[in-house]
Structures are given as structure tokens and as C-alpha cells.
């Protein structure tokens, strides 16, 4: 059975970090791309970062770009995201994502599993 429970949510400071984690049950995570997602109230959701499974290429938002990183550990089976200087403009709720062997790809459309999602409110 696959799945996909992301962790590390919470309420921060603007300027502050946070650490997204996403444990990976069922799946062989370097046979398979990642992606981070968010969705704002009242929102679409939003493709914020990716990993590809070929290359490890990774892709970011413009909105996060110099600000979040996409890393995974095939050991713990997990993908993280690293967010730092953080804006309330990044409150949503953030779910990560997978697919079978591709490039990354900030297309929802692309993925077939996905997580339940943890909320990120930035806030003083």
C-alpha cells in the first residue's frame, strides 16, 4: 500500500524556517519524481517545487526560488522542503506528491499520489 504523510507544518514568523517532511511508504523513491504543492484559501493550488527521478534536476516557483529547497533521502525514504525567509504570502496548505519516473514538474496534472497535506501559516 502506498503513502504519502507529510509533517513539519506549523504556525511562524515572518522570516522565519520550517522544514516540510514527507515519508514515503510504498514507494522506491528514486524511481519516482516529487512535487510540493500548496493551496491557499480561496486559491488554486500551486506548484511550488519538484525533483525529477532521472536526474535529480529540481525546479521551484518563482515565488520560492532562493527561498525553498527540494531534497529527498532515499535512506528514509522521505522528501523534504526546506523554507526559509518566510512570507504570510506562503500560508496554505502544503501536500507533496509523486510519480512513476519523470522529470520534474510543477504541473499537478502530472501526479498520481498524493499526501492528506500540513498547514503552514505565516503570521505575527
Known amino acids: 500500500q502506498v503513502q504519502l504523510v507529510e509533517s513539519g507544518g506549523g504556525l511562524v514568523q515572518p522570516g522565519g524556517s520550517l522544514r516540510l517532511s514527507c515519508a514515503a511508504s510504498?514507494?522506491?523513491?528514486?524511481?519516482?519524481?516529487w512535487g510540493w504543492f500548496r493551496q491557499a484559501p480561496g486559491k488554486e493550488r500551486e506548484g511550488v517545487s519538484s525533483i525529477s527521478s532521472i536526474n535529480g534536476r529540481t525546479t521551484y516557483a518563482d515565488a520560492v526560488k532562493g527561498r525553498f529547497t527540494i531534497s529527498r533521502d532515499n535512506a528514509k525514504n522521505t522528501v523534504y522542503l526546506q523554507m526559509n525567509s518566510l512570507k504570510p504570502d506562503d500560508t496554505a496548505v502544503y501536500y507533496c506528491?509523486?510519480?512513476?519516473?519523470?522529470?520534474?514538474?510543477?504541473?499537478?496534472?502530472?501526479?498520481?499520489?498524493w499526501g492528506q497535506g500540513t498547514q503552514v501559516t505565516v503570521s505575527s
Open positions: 510504498g514507494f522506491t523513491l528514486n524511481a519516482y519524481a
Open positions: 506528491a509523486a510519480r512513476y519516473y519523470g522529470f520534474e514538474d510543477l504541473n499537478d496534472n502530472a501526479y498520481d499520489h
